[in-house]
Each structure stands twice: as C-alpha cells, then as structure tokens.
C-alpha cells in the first residue's frame, strides 16, 4: 500500500501547523497578556493528567473491565450519554481544581485576577491535546506511510498480530488530503473550544459562583455530543466536522471580544 506523494506532503504540513499553533498563540500573546509559564504548564500538566490517565483508565474499567457496565454502555444511548458525561466530568474536575489553585497562589481578589492567566492556561489545556491527541498521532501515521512508500512497514509491523498489521495497511489506504484537510480543522476546532472552556470556568470562579463546575461539565458534554454520536455510528462525519467548525467560527469571534481589551477584560 503506498500512500501518494500529495497526501503525504498535506498530512505532514497539516501536522506542522497544529504542532506550531499554540506555540506561535503564546508567544504572540505573551507580552500584551502578561502570561506567566507556570499557569501554562498547569494547563498541560491537567489534560495529561485527567485526560490522558484518568478518563482512559475509567474507559477502559467501565468500557471492558466491567462486564456488567461494558454490556450496559454497549446501547447507543447509554453510550451517548456516557461519552459526553465522562470527557466533561474529568477534564473539567481538572480544570477547577487548577484554575482554583491558580487564583489561591497570585494571592489577590477574584475580581482582580488578571483574564491573561486563563488565556495562558486554556492554550496549555489545548495545546497539550493538539499535541497529545492529534500531533502525535499523526506523526506515527506519516512514519508508517513513510515506511510503507519505501516497502519497509511489513517489517516493522513483524511483532504485531496479523489483524493489527492488516489494520493500519487498511488506514493508510484512506489517507488522502482532505483527509489532511479535515484532521487540520477538527483539531483546531478543539483548540477554540478548550479556550472557550476555560474562559467560562476563569469568568464563573472569579465571579464566585458555586455552579460554575457543574455548569462547565454539561457545557463540555454537549460540545461532545456530535463526536459520541459520530462514535456510535449515529451520525456521519461530514456533518460533524461541519457542526464542529461553524460552532468554532462562532466561538473564536467570542473569545476576540472578550479578550480584545485585556486590561479592561471582566
């Protein structure tokens, strides 16, 4: 299976971009914003820890581990449900025990807290799962479409069963680039939405208002509700990556608003 020159070269520039987006977003914005590292590296440091460990290994327990859950998630509804729960209810536990500490540790009033701290932390929340979620991964594709193109990926894949080597030689042969085209957007999308996010959780701590966690949690999860519907093979993927980039057009226009004064930002 070999992957053509064109799809490899959109995929590899697609990756790029991702890759550079919130590294060039906090330079940019570090100066008029005032960020301090630390809050960016908290941003990081949660969706690693909530996302990438927690949520995964409660999937894993309630999804397989589990026969009694496993066979009651198995229902598309109850899959639904719990799809869009369990993202909303881990990243966003997260993101209020940090966000809290955060306001703890500058050691002023709520109210004055500078609106840089959570632009600084939703571009670490976001930029550790472009890199996580998306950068990563497509790298491992581009090597193997790499390997394959040069008729070495058969000997690479030697230690893997013969359905998981049958497996990634069927994917690559869906690569192409809209492919490329469509993994850039739904990743920037995400971006735009953990910016959202944290805006929201930031605004309602400040404010003091005990919903806000409860609030943000089915925030998340109805953001989740085209993936999980995508997932349970309940809605196609076309018209969830349309739903997903208007919804983040709209969002970013937002987020210019609210932050386009910064000393000024409420």
Known sequence: MLVEPLTLTCLSLATLFIAALPIVLYRRLRGPFGFDWRDTVAGIAVFALFAMVIERVANAYLLGGNPATAAMLHDPLYFVVYGALMAGLCEESGRYLAMTMLLRRKGIARADAPPGTALAYGIGHGGAEAWLVGVLVQVQWIVFAVLANRGELDEHLSNLPVESAMRIHLLLGTLSPTFAGIFALERIS?????????????????????????LAIVVHAVCDLPAVFFQAHLLSLISVDIAYVVAAIVVAGALVQIYRRPAQTA
């Open 190 to 214: 995400a971006f735009v939405f953990q910016l959202m996010f944290t805006t929201l959780m930031w605004r309602g701590l400040r404010a003091n208002w005990h919903g806000i966690l409860p």
